[in-house]
């Protein structure tokens, strides 16, 4: 079983942590910060023992920010000096978000500084929602900046959605003002930074679909490999639900002249097993078909009604009078984000978007249920 995520903030790091700080800083009262940090950690989730850190840099560092900031600042790691890095600049990020804000320029200069030690999306968040135009004006200046980390921390931090982050509500009603970053790095030479803008511009399309789509459309003619997988990885949500100008983007027409088979090799399933199905598709029109082939699992909810899951499939090209078969089986076990429930279900094919074949299975919690 993996290792829960609140225990990558333990006794052991913050005892770190104060070393590192007291090395710059010697009336730092490094005892006192352990202290305070570690009071009731072993009790809190993550975010919850991030804040508990956080609250005792504010009770031991400096009360000026601009002095606490120069500490913190000297204990980055520089040189092959060991410094703050890793999970310790977490509650460091909370810190700067939380006191930083009436120093706009220079919070935000130490949150570029620390970047490449670990990660300031967070921080990051709380000038923007602060104050959205001067932070974006600083952030777009870093979109040719020589590390990659910063570089990424411009798209990443102003991704309307970040995961785990708080949401930037005026960015996602408008997201216009970061379009000119996502477009800058578009480019950029390393996929760690351009796998950040797919994800901001598949956040900005659960929101916005036909700006999305647009945006693909008028930068994919002539994209390079690299752009071109940007792009669609970017379209991933457009995609699975069959938006029309998303798949025109990537080659994936609607057709009538297509003949699609489901067949399921077991109609009822156990929960915790599988279920296997055949899709056979035939091109009975006159010209090559580029054929995008997913599958909705149409779940049973707790009323008694369905929800529709979309899953990748497989990507194809099929010739005049040319069929297919794909067999697949879709696990039903455990997951943290979704219950599961008894009864009949429903499984369709998608192709282009749109809705082929489809049939119902039974799903069985136990033994006990009826069949």
Excluded at 163 to 192: C, G, H
Excluded at 315 to 324: H, K, T, V, W
Aim: hydrophobic share 45%; charged share 25%.
């Amino acid at each position: 079983m993996p290792e829960p995520l609140k225990n990558l903030l333990h006794e052991a790091l913050v005892g770190n942590m104060a070393d590192r700080i007291a090395g710059n800083a010697p009336s730092f009262d490094r005892s006192r910060f352990a202290m305070l940090a570690t009071d009731g950690l072993a009790a809190l989730e993550l975010m919850e023992r991030s804040a508990l850190i956080r609250d005792a840099l504010f009770a031991t560092l400096p009360g000026d920010f601009r002095e606490a900031a120069a500490i913190l600042k000297a204990s980055l790691p520089a040189a092959g000096k060991p410094g703050l890095s890793g999970w310790m600049l977490l509650p460091i990020n909370q810190f700067i978000a939380a006191h930083g804000l009436d120093h706009f320029d220079l919070g935000l200069d130490l949150l570029k500084a620390l970047t490449p030690h670990f990660t300031a999306e967070f921080g990051i968040r709380a000038f923007i929602h602060r104050d959205q135009q001067r932070a974006l004006a600083i952030i777009c200046g870093w979109v040719d900046h020589p590390d990659q980390h910063v570089r990424r921390l411009a798209s990443e931090g102003t991704r309307p959605r970040l995961p785990w982050a708080m949401r930037l509500p005026q960015l996602v009603k408008d997201p216009a003002p970061i379009l000119p970053i996502l477009t800058a790095l578009m480019d950029d030479p390393e996929d760690y930074v351009r796998r950040s803008v797919a994800n901001s511009l598949n956040d900005v399309a659960k929101d916005h679909p036909d700006l999305v789509a647009a945006l693909i459309a008028s930068h994919i003619e002539g994209a390079s490999p690299e752009r071109r997988w940007l792009l669609k990885h970017a379209s991933r949500t457009l995609l699975k639900k069959g938006h029309a100008q998303a798949l025109a983007n990537f080659g994936f027409a609607a057709s009538d002249s297509l003949e699609c088979e489901l067949r399921l090799v077991n109609g009822e399933v156990m929960f915790g097993e599988g279920l296997d199905f055949e899709i056979r598709v035939t091109n009975a029109g006159e010209m090559t078909q580029s054929l995008m082939i997913d599958y909705a699992v149409h779940h049973v909810k707790s009323d008694g009604s369905l929800s529709p899951k979309v899953f990748k499939c497989k990507a194809i090209m099929l010739a005049p009078g040319q069929s297919r078969t794909i067999e697949r089986r879709h696990a039903m076990r455990p997951i943290t984000t979704r219950r599961y429930y008894p009864g009949e279900h429903r499984i369709a094919v998608l192709i282009n978007g749109a809705e082929s074949a489809s049939e119902s299975f039974v799903l069985r919690m136990s033994s006990l249920d009826p069949a």
